[in-house]
């Protein structure tokens, strides 16, 4: 079983998101029982909340089934999930910094390195803007997903 977790700041926009857009394309593959799909946020301020209703309202309409409920990152997190994605460079810092010796630093990696269709230096976090903002991250997460799910699930060779 692959083990994915998604991380953005207060895991209630951004990382969650990610989780139900991967959660959904493995689901549709056949590959459920494949992963195992967790978020969590580099800050606990929104611990135990739901995502954001805004968010929510945007992956709903777009056929997205919202779930799930805020919780922070612990290094514990680096050693079990065998790869950490992080939704921009603050959170990507705040990951690495869990592991001083730097030995599951190979496991954390920024989530625009899966983009195929967009070109983004991170998923902006759409706390602060306007609709539009949330549209244009389920965008992104959704291409970098299709791409995740391409790379874990391909054959070798």
Not at 29 to 35: I, L, S, Y
Not at 82 to 92: C, F, H, P
Not at 108 to 120: C, I
Request: glycine share 10%.
């Amino acid at each position: 079983m692959k083990r994915i977790l998604l991380v953005c700041m207060g895991n209630i926009c951004r990382s969650p998101a990610a989780e139900i857009v991967f959660r959904k394309m493995v689901g549709d593959a056949g590959r459920g029982d494949e992963f195992d799909i967790d978020s969590a946020g580099t800050i606990g301020f929104h611990k135990g909340k739901p995502p954001d209703a805004r968010m929510a309202a945007h992956l709903a309409r777009r056929g997205y089934t919202v779930a799930g409920r805020s919780r922070q990152l612990t290094a514990r997190d680096l050693r079990e999930f065998d790869l950490i994605l992080t939704m921009d460079e603050e959170n990507l810092s705040d990951a690495l910094s869990l592991d001083p010796a730097g030995g599951f630093h190979h496991k954390v990696k920024p989530f625009v390195d899966f983009l195929r269709e967009h070109k983004a230096p991170r998923i902006p976090d759409p706390y602060y803007g306007g609709d539009e903002g949330f549209a244009h991250v389920i965008e992104l997460l959704e291409d970098g997903c299709a791409e995740l799910l391409a790379r874990l699930t391909e054959s070798p060779g």
